[in-house]
């Protein structure tokens, strides 16, 4: 399979009012709506081009941003662009026709539809893989619906077989290219294209949709949309690092607890690698520098310090910061001592101390292999990530 996207981005939004814009460029965290669903695609391997598909009249500005933003933010796809019709049928007849021969299948999507996940469209991609002309993507419609003539009910459809239907939809690229070209030449009307391999007499397979792939169509969308934006947190990740010697000094110490067979280690606080790493993590997940900054060791301040004071008032810097810290992930890498009769007790404390439970609190213990100053006994490392997020 060699498989692109058509990304209509090309409609007028007559449903949103008239001074509301096009709803495709509306900004959303600072890129317009179809460049998030463009990114979605981006992130799937299977996918190996996005032909956008803009409007006449933005066509040029919209072609250039575009490539200015690919090279900026790294798309790493290849990409086309085509013109967009009045009507959506003929926007997509304009993108189908712009795709490069070696193209075999397509996926259809509508760029006012940018919280599509990955997962969506592999599914999509596999049930192609399988063989479909078709594929939509749909979900089962929960409410009773009723066929309505005039201002009277003529009969109420069976819900269990009835499904609203999203995009992307995916095709092979010569079966809804010819239905295309069999509805231009027979003025058939449609407002998606599956529906004219299903005129066809051709079937076309359903899998499962997302609650999630909304479309922004209205007024209320719109607001919808940024009241989703005012709640959605942001998340971060931080990466921390810390290493010390064996040799006389503190007695050592792993996430606040004491290992009383472990060697000694030249520290100026405590020496506690795994909070040292924590410590640097959360920082990292606040984008304050490092423990360095904070805690220099040339500060008679910090000699012999408790390391878990320190790890306070870098939680109090998250909390100045509105940064929600909910998951930790430690490795401590060492020859000697051996360190699983310690890792339950140093996992509970590390839970005590951001105040998360087990589950969100991860520690491993590994060894070198006898390479490098931890695998001949010197000294002991450890390395953390850090996941926090604003509220919302």
């Known amino acids: 399979m060699h498989t692109w996207t058509l990304l209509l981005a090309a409609g007028s939004s007559s449903r949103l009012g008239p001074d509301a814009g096009k709803k495709q460029f509306l900004v959303w965290r600072d890129r317009p709506l179809f460049w998030h669903a463009a990114c979605v695609f981006a992130a799937v391997p299977a996918i190996q081009g996005i032909v956008f598909v803009l409007p006449r009249e933005e066509y040029e500005s919209y072609a250039q941003w575009v490539q200015e933003t690919a090279r900026k933010d790294g798309l790493g796809l290849a990409y086309a662009f085509a013109e967009g019709g009045k009507h959506r049928q003929n926007s997509v007849f304009s993108g189908l026709n712009a795709l490069p021969q070696k193209c075999s299948h397509v996926l259809i999507h509508d760029a006012a539809r940018p919280f599509l996940s990955p997962d969506l469209v592999q599914r999509v991609i596999l049930k192609l893989a399988q063989g479909a002309l078709g594929v939509v993507p749909g979900l089962p419609v929960t409410d009773t619906i009723k066929r309505v003539h005039g201002e009277a009910v003529e009969n109420t459809l069976p819900r269990e077989k009835l499904y609203a239907v999203q995009t992307p939809q995916g095709f092979q690229r010569k079966a809804v290219l010819s239905a295309h070209e069999t509805a231009r030449a027979k003025g058939w009307k449609s407002t998606d294209d599956a529906s004219l391999l299903e005129t066809l007499g051709q079937e076309v397979a359903v899998v499962e949709g997302e609650e999630t792939n909304n479309k922004i169509t209205t007024r209320e969308d719109l607001e919808g949309l940024r009241q989703q934006q005012a709640r959605q947190p942001l998340v971060y990740t931080g990466w921390g ?47 304050r520098g490092d423990i360095g900054d904070h805690f220099p060791d040339s500060d008679p301040a910090y000699q012999g310090i408790n390391s878990a004071a320190l790890l306070a008032e870098t939680l109090a810097l998250a909390r100045k910061d509105e940064r929600h810290i909910y998951h930790l992930d430690v490795t401590i890498i060492c020859q000697t001592p051996k360190l699983r009769p310690w890792k339950k007790a140093i996992q509970r404390n590390l839970c005590n101390l951001l105040g998360l439970p087990p589950g969100q609190v991860n520690v491993k213990a590994t060894t070198e292999e006898g390479l490098g100053f931890t695998g001949q006994g010197k000294g002991i490392k450890a390395v953390a990530q850090i996941a926090g997020r604003t509220k919302g």
């Open 241 to 287: 690092y810390d290493v010390h010697r064996y040799g006389p000094g503190q007695e050592m110490k792993l996430g606040g607890v004491v290992i009383p067979d472990g060697p000694n280690v030249q520290a100026h606080s405590d020496g506690d690698v795994v909070l040292h790493a924590v410590i640097d993590a959360v920082l990292g997940c606040l984008g």
